[in-house]
């Protein structure tokens, strides 16, 4: 019978000799993985750490280009001549190697089969497949993991919509997903004919939409990874969505939080079991590895509903992993790993269930995602470094410590670490990522609602310090065609 046996896993990846790459444009997503695998690279465009890091290797960009997609930042990072030249130097001695994506394509997949390196995710068929909302929301029905009363289908008109609404019971205060996209900026809040013709051209475009009934609620997030064992399920985290002093998308997402109090014994327990069901319907759709999953608790009524399933490491995956739980353990990201090597997973994925949901909730963790909300674009001309910060008496950044380690930050409530996403003389652009803050603290107050005082403090002392400036003639001639897509959620996401 499997046990419990975290050293184990500890050893395998303590003594790993097979490289591990993980290309994005920056660290945030699986921040802190390498201090637990041996041979682990991270290779990024954005210098967050002013060349610090020895973890991490940022190609140098000498034209500063312009990127349509993430997709296209990571063919620049794994076509640059110093990646190849790291890949080949480190695969002559280990034989093989390991690539691991946000996003990915056929194009990277075809580079990374050049270069001798395993791409360990499922095959982005299957990825692009279940990252359609349409899809999720019947996967979810299979798994009697049920979404929020909804119409799955094409919206040709405001009267359409009036109609399809009357024959399926949803009411008029409603929210519209478009199948793929950022859920900040592809769902759709619509409670009048005014609010529809806002969005109409980009709803009407679409095949099929899916319509539901909105409800007061409150998000959570949870990760998991499938196995052919089993589903191991990761600590639940409440979410933060459209906050505007964090993010200019009214249904974006932009932080989490996680502590003992946030969710009754039993929402945990029913979102487990869920969660594992998801996994284990996933595992036989032939997607295995890592995986996210949003549900929805109703306020009045406690019930909770499926959100949305994102196919691949996310945006909490650096609070997940570095949960007091996961370093306790083991970062829950080590499952994916073993999955898609040769190694049989020592853990039984029920015990491990039983044991995150005990303990899974201990200790006050939480992240912010801080973003552009100005229109057009600016230049930056200030930016903090990345590391450990206090606030002074006057509620202004105070750097403890230049790092690229959150965890130096501990357990104490005064010490945040701030990851520098955007870096001096770059450009800001509506929407873009610019500071993510991980705390010890609560975020929220009034059922997640609005954000605390100590959320405040630090925005504002963040926002102080971070500046910006408008664009001289010639760097407006030059970023004409500026459209570089750096955000982080993953489920971007």
Not at 107 to 136: F, G, Y
Not at 423 to 439: A, P
Request: charged share 25%.
């Amino acid at each position: 019978m499997k046990t419990l046996d975290f050293d184990r896993i500890k050893q395998i990846f303590k003594s790993n000799k097979i490289p591990y790459y993980f290309i994005s444009p920056s660290n945030f997503n699986l921040i802190n993985l390498h201090q637990w695998v041996h041979n682990w690279t991270n290779i990024n465009y954005l210098n967050c750490f002013d060349d610090n890091e020895r973890s991490c290797l940022v190609p140098h960009d000498e034209k500063k280009r312009a990127f349509a997609s993430l997709e296209k930042i990571n063919e620049f990072l794994l076509e640059h001549p110093s990646t190849i030249e790291k890949i080949n130097s480190d695969i002559e001695e280990a034989g093989k190697g390991n690539a691991i994506f946000l996003f990915f394509n056929q194009k990277l997949q075809q580079i990374c089969k050049e270069l001798n390196l395993q791409l360990i995710l499922p095959e982005n068929d299957i990825v692009k497949s279940i990252d359609n909302k349409i899809t999720t929301t019947e996967i979810g029905n299979e798994a009697q993991v049920f979404s929020v009363d909804n119409f799955l289908g094409k919206v040709k008109s405001y009267d359409s919509l009036v109609k399809i609404c009357e024959e399926h019971n949803l009411g008029l205060d409603l929210v519209i997903q478009a199948p793929f996209g950022d859920s900040g900026k592809t769902t759709y809040f619509i409670n009048s004919q005014e609010d529809y013709i806002q969005y109409a051209s980009k709803i009407e475009a679409e095949d099929k939409v899916k319509v539901m009934r909105r409800i007061s609620s409150v998000g959570s997030a949870i990760e998991a990874c499938a196995t052919s064992i089993g589903t191991f399920v990761g600590p639940l985290l409440s979410e933060l969505v459209g906050f505007p002093e964090l993010t200019p998308y009214k249904g974006g997402w932009c932080g989490n939080e996680l502590y003992q109090e946030q969710f009754s014994s039993e929402v945990r327990k029913s979102i487990h079991e869920k969660t594992e069901r998801l996994g284990n319907a996933l595992y036989a759709r032939g997607y295995k590895g890592y995986f996210e999953v949003d549900f929805l608790i109703d306020f009045k009524t406690q019930e909770i509903y499926l959100g949305e399933i994102n196919p691949r490491i996310t945006g909490i995956s650096a609070q997940t992993n570095m949960a007091p739980f996961c370093q306790k353990t083991i970062p829950l990201f080590l499952f994916h790993l073993l999955e898609f090597s040769e190694i049989e997973i020592p853990i039984d994925p029920i015990q491990y269930n039983k044991f995150s949901l005990a303990e899974g909730h201990q200790g006050i963790t939480s992240q912010m995602i801080l973003k552009a909300t100005h229109s057009g674009l600016r230049k930056v001309c200030a930016a903090p470094v990345s590391g450990v910060y206090a606030l002074d008496e006057q509620k202004k950044l105070k750097l403890i410590k230049q790092s690229s380690n959150p965890q130096e930050k501990g357990t104490k409530p005064e010490h945040v670490f701030l990851l520098r996403i955007m870096n001096r003389d770059e450009y800001s652009y509506y929407g873009s990522d610019r500071i993510i803050l991980f705390l010890n603290n609560k975020l929220t107050i009034d059922n997640g609602m609005k954000l605390n005082g100590t959320a405040l403090a630090w925005i504002n002392a963040v926002n102080e310090a971070f500046q910006t400036r408008e664009l001289t003639e010639e760097e407006e001639s030059l970023a004409k065609r500026f459209t570089n897509p750096t955000n982080t959620k993953g489920s971007e996401a």
